[in-house]
């Protein structure tokens, strides 16, 4: 399909809910007007399509608030995200952070290379922190410029969270080594998560919050490490962020999951966003009707270096296989959109969203599949 054709069929699509309207009604049970659909960590990206570095979109608001009108405007993006990295507890906690103009941050060096240095670390407080706290006061300004949008906000995962204080080789290491004060680690970046959460809820009320820990994967730990180190404190950030919000949280977990999809369904994990590299439809059979499945749209080699149609025909497989799941289904990317992909592809993906999704409800494939 040519970009001009899109344009076209997309121009005579019309959305008759809002995603905040949308969502409500599918937790309802009700027939929406199709499938609810996101993009993975889409800022970046978003910030790179409209013409903006990662740099500007992280430290002017103004850039930041055209971002978010325009994917509103343009993609039919009508909520937004304030959370906190991958890095940022690690940040806030006192590891030092390089952030390049165009890119995704990373550590320049850990805080924790020595546990005699661990009771250095305190919990962060989200008013005071500096680097807590500037995320704070952007989504008060945000909230106040997007009174209608829809917030969320966020946090990374335990492991994922310890591995930005302390060097993975290390936090590794400690699970054989040194397991005492790994476990008074992660608890730590529990504590500081759900200070972050609390502090959200009290200038917020209640959001929807989720978390990404890629650490977690079967792919870096085994899942003996999992059960012991990543599973206890994920379980305790669910529990605590119900008790704060009054609702569970969502999750991403790059690369293989499979032999944890029981355990997290088990912690209470509210839904569960799976990498390209796992099958939906096995996903569906295995936990479906105990938590909502989002996913999976190859990031890079169809979102980013795909056709039109490869989009197109990525999104209809999805949801083909697991848009019927019993708890719900978001057609979503496998993992973090690409910085580099394609305008063009973003609106095939949300024309394939609403074209095969087409009067969806909770537990049922979609008319849109069903009717063509």
């Known amino acids: 399909m040519e970009y001009e054709e899109l344009k076209r069929l997309m121009g005579a699509q019309k959305g008759e ?19 609810p659909y996101t993009l993975q ?12 570095t990662t740099a500007q979109f992280a ?26 990295g991958l ?3 690690g940040g806030a906690l006192g590891s030092k952070l390089r952030a390049p103009e165009h890119g995704i941050d990373y550590v320049e060096e850990h805080v924790l290379k020595d546990y005699a240095d661990f009771d250095r670390l ?19 300004r945000l909230k106040d410029r997007f009174p209608d949008v829809s917030m969320t906000t966020s946090v990374a995962g335990p492991m994922s969270t310890a591995i930005a204080v302390r060097p993975v080789e290390m936090v590794l ?15 730590l970046t529990v ?17 929807g919050t989720s978390f990404s820990d890629p650490v977690t994967c079967m792919d870096v730990i085994s899942k003996k490490q999992f059960d012991e180190y990543s599973l206890p404190y994920i379980k305790k950030l669910i529990d605590g962020t119900e008790q704060i919000m009054g609702s ?15 355990d997290l369904a088990d912690a209470g994990l509210f839904s569960f966003s799976i990498d390209n590299c796992e099958d939906l439809e096995a996903a569906k059979h295995a936990v479906g009707s105990r938590m909502r499945i989002a996913g999976n749209v190859p990031p890079v080699d169809v979102m980013k270096e795909g056709t039109i149609d490869d989009v197109i025909a990525s999104c209809r497989e999805c949801l083909l296989k697991c848009a019927d799941s019993p708890a719900g289904f978001i057609l979503n990317t496998g993992c973090q959109l690409p910085i580099g992909t394609p305008k063009s592809n973003v609106e095939a993906f949300i024309y394939a969203a609403r074209k095969y999704g087409r009067g969806a409800r909770i537990g049922t494939m979609p008319k849109g599949i069903t009717e063509g």
């Open 17 to 35: 809910m809002t995603a905040a309207e949308r969502m409500k009604a599918y937790n309802a049970g009700e027939e929406v007007d199709y499938t």
């Open 41 to 52: 960590a889409p800022d970046p990206a978003m910030a790179d399509i409209f013409g903006f």
């Open 59 to 84: 430290r002017d608001f103004e850039v930041k608030s055209e971002v978010i009108r325009r994917r509103k405007e343009e993609f039919g993006l009508d909520s937004f995200n304030v959370g906190l």
């Open 87 to 89: 890095k940022t507890i």
């Open 122 to 140: 305190e919990v962060t407080d989200p008013y005071k922190n500096p680097v807590l706290s500037p995320i704070l006061e952007s989504a008060k």
């Open 173 to 187: 290491k400690d699970t054989r080594k040194n397991p005492e004060m790994l476990h008074k680690l992660l608890d």
């Open 191 to 207: 504590e500081c998560s759900l200070r972050w959460f609390e502090a959200f809820h009290r200038e917020f009320g209640p959001v």
């Open 248 to 262: 569970r949280p969502g999750a991403h977990i790059c690369g293989k999951t499979s032999p944890i999809w029981g």
